[in-house]
């Protein structure tokens, strides 16, 4: 949950009023800021002006192959950025199979299309095929 020191409008917060919670209300609180995803901050100033306190619908069952194949992707991506990077400021040129290069380019595109149609599915989860 972040912070927000302005408003959406740009005007700073810079006035603080501290309040003070029995052990019971400030656990109500954090969950009730919890539950809406909002910081208690936040939660406090909306209830206290009055505005909107709203839980947002829960998350989607989470497709776990799909979440594996994903962050497959994203760690072939930040191995070949840190290769790079320790390379470039070494003051090394970058040392590159191409044929290895080409081999995971094509590997992650694959896997792109993969991911890219089992989001087109009607988000069926890996319990209810499972179950199917």
């Known amino acids: ?18 309040v003070r919670f029995a052990a019971d209300e400030y656990e109500q609180l954090k969950e009730k800021a919890y539950q809406a995803r909002v910081s208690i901050s936040e939660f406090i100033r909306r209830a206290a002006l009055r505005r ?15 979440y594996e194949e994903l962050n497959s ?3 072939n991506l930040n ?3 840190k290769a790079a990077n320790i390379a470039v400021k070494s003051g090394q040129g970058v040392n590159v199979d191409v044929e290895k290069l080409q081999k995971l380019v094509d ?16 988000g069926v989860t890996d319990d209810e095929e499972d179950s199917a």
Do not use: F
């Not at 909107?52 to 799909?66: D, T």
């Not at 694959?110 to 089992?118: D, H, L, P």
């Open 1 to 18: 949950m972040s912070s927000k020191t302005k408003r959406d409008d740009g005007v700073a917060r810079k006035i603080t009023h501290p």
């Open 52 to 66: 909107r306190v709203v839980e947002p619908p829960p998350p989607p069952q989470l497709n776990w192959k799909l």
């Open 73 to 75: 992707i994203g760690v």
């Open 79 to 81: 191995q070949l950025a």
């Open 107 to 122: 590997s992650l595109r694959t896997s792109i299309k993969e991911t890219q149609m089992q989001l087109l599915e009607c």
